[in-house]
């Protein structure tokens, strides 16, 4: 059966993202029968981190120069602010009114490999779905779009992995915190598109987990 010329490009990066995870998912759980906590995690994010990277060396062409900072428009930095305030204001509610008194106590008294996990996740994350997500479909169209289609089939790839919060959070708040994901994976994807590199998304997704750490241990 011919495969459509409009859905050829989101089968590559799909099949290459229920294969990675898959596989880092397996090896997860079985490092959980010989390794402590944060090690199987970290086992899980290194692995996908330097699978999805050595699909950028296999795939990379001329116009994947992905790993570059241009300057930033006045337009971009609003919208980097907008999502700052966004995480402050949705963490403050959450810390506030749910009881997520366990989860304060591990980031305090595991902060350094916490810092550790969230760092190489948010670098890894990048990678994956903006990295090589975003740019492999991007290259198939040559459209204007504000919000790409390739930000749109990523952002998606990304919300459904974080619907494990239904799993630690009160349902209302793992609706919210599941709003703010989705948000924040196309204002990423936004800016990865105009500035061209991963590299700004990356410090933007560093300081949004950072600013979430930090109120956690002040504030929970």
Same mark, same amino acid.
């Not at 304060?104 to 550790?116: D, H, K, Q």
């Not at 040559?142 to 089939?153: C, E, H, P, T």
């Not at 793992?174 to 500035?195: E, P, Q, W």
């Given at each position: 059966?011919?495969?459509?010329? &409009?859905?050829? @490009? +989101?089968?590559?990066?799909?099949? *290459? ?7 880092? =998912? ?13 090690? @199987? ?5 290194? #692995? ?9 060396s296999r795939y990379k062409n001329e116009k ?5 900072? /241009?300057?930033?428009? &006045? ?9 700052? %305030?966004?995480?402050? !204001?949705?963490? +403050? ?9 366990? *989860? ?5 008294? /595991?902060? /350094? ?18 990295? #090589?997500i975003q740019t492999y479909i991007n290259q ?15 952002? !998606? ?8 919060f239904f799993t630690i959070m009160q349902p209302?708040? =793992? ?8 948000? %924040?994976?196309?204002?990423?994807? *936004?800016?990865?598109? &105009? /500035? &061209? ?5 990356? !410090? ?5 987990? *950072? ?10």
């Amino acid at each position: 059966m011919k495969i459509n010329n &409009k859905i050829k @490009p +989101y089968l590559v990066p799909l099949v *290459y993202f229920i294969l990675i995870f898959s596989i880092g =998912a397996i090896l997860q759980i079985f490092s959980k029968v010989y390794l402590e906590k944060p090690f @199987p995690n970290l086992i899980f994010k290194s #692995f996908t981190l330097l699978s999805f990277l050595t699909l950028i060396s296999r795939y990379k062409n001329e116009k994947w120069n992905i790993f570059k900072i /241009n300057k930033i428009s &006045k337009r971009q930095l609003l919208i980097i602010l907008f999502l700052f %305030s966004l995480f402050v !204001i949705t963490n +403050y509610i959450s810390i506030t009114f749910s009881n997520q008194e366990d *989860y304060a106590n591990y980031i305090r008294e /595991n902060l /350094n490999s916490f810092i550790l996990i969230i760092t190489i996740s948010s670098i890894g994350e990048e990678i994956i779905y903006r990295g #090589f997500i975003q740019t492999y479909i991007n290259q198939f169209f040559k459209d204007n779009r504000i919000i790409s289609r390739g930000n749109i089939f990523a952002s !998606i790839l990304f919300w459904i992995t974080h619907l494990g919060f239904f799993t630690i959070m009160q349902p209302s708040f =793992a609706i919210m915190s599941l709003i703010l994901v989705a948000i %924040s994976s196309i204002v990423l994807g *936004y800016l990865k598109d &105009k /500035n &061209k590199g991963i590299i700004l998304p990356i !410090i933007v997704h560093l300081i949004c987990n *950072y600013i979430h750490t930090f109120m956690k241990i002040t504030l929970g």
